[in-house]
Structures are given as structure tokens and as C-alpha cells.
């Protein structure tokens, strides 16, 4: 089992910045995949931000491409959500996720990860 623990949410202005966080723990791997993604109320959760453990490839959707970034620290077990220019439909819950591995093409489907956090607020005031 993977257990993983988001962090960093809050509220924040528009325009401003935040940093998440999402710590791995239990089994891990080095060939797989870690993701984040988001739900606004009474929406479907989407994709965000996808990161390789081993290369550290990404790959983004198109509504933060530019305004996010997403990093690992292999020694430490975490991903990073830097959010910078954040604007208010930003706000969602965010969810940190881990998959075992990389299939080509499904690294944005729910169905590619395995594990999930519990979720971290975010909040963007205009």
C-alpha cells in the first residue's frame, strides 16, 4: 500500500501564489507516476499535473499550462504543486494520486492511478 498526504492549501487572492505538497509513504515505486488533480463543487475531478518519478517528465492541462508547476524530490518521496497566477476558478479541491506505472497516452485518466490522498483545499478570492 502507498498512503499520501497533500498539504499547502489555503486561501489565497488572485494573482497571488501557493505550494502543494503531497508526501509518499508505505510502498513506493520508481518507475510510476504521480498526478494531481482537482474537483470544484458539483464538477467532475479533473486533471491538473502529471510528473515521472524516474525522469521527471510533465505534462499539463491546458487551463494552468504556464501558471503551474509540478516537481518531485525522489529522496524525500514529494511532489510539489507550485500555483502561481492563480485566479478563482482555480478553486477546487485538490487531490494528490499515484500510479505504478506509466501506460503512453492514460497518464491524464483517473483510471491510470492507483492511490489517492485525502485532499487539500484551495481556495481563490477575487
Known amino acids: 500500500q502507498v498512503q499520501l498526504v497533500e498539504s499547502g492549501g489555503g486561501l489565497v487572492q488572485a494573482g497571488g501564489s501557493l505550494r502543494l505538497s503531497c508526501a509518499a509513504s508505505?510502498?513506493?515505486?520508481?518507475?510510476?507516476?504521480m498526478g494531481w488533480f482537482r474537483q470544484a463543487p458539483g464538477k467532475e475531478r479533473e486533471f491538473v499535473a502529471t510528473i515521472t518519478w524516474r525522469a521527471g517528465s510533465t505534462y499539463y492541462a491546458d487551463s494552468v499550462k504556464g501558471r503551474f508547476t509540478i516537481s518531485r524530490d525522489n529522496a524525500k518521496k514529494t511532489v510539489y504543486l507550485q500555483m502561481n497566477s492563480v485566479k478563482p476558478e482555480d478553486t477546487a479541491v485538490y487531490y494528490c494520486?499515484?500510479?505504478?506505472?506509466?501506460?503512453?497516452?492514460?497518464?491524464?485518466?483517473?483510471?491510470?492511478?492507483?492511490?489517492w490522498g485525502q485532499g487539500t483545499q484551495v481556495t481563490v478570492s477575487s
Open positions: 508505505g510502498r513506493t515505486f520508481t518507475s510510476g507516476i
Open positions: 494520486a499515484a500510479g505504478e506505472r506509466l501506460v503512453p497516452g492514460t497518464r491524464t485518466l483517473r483510471s491510470s492511478y492507483d492511490y
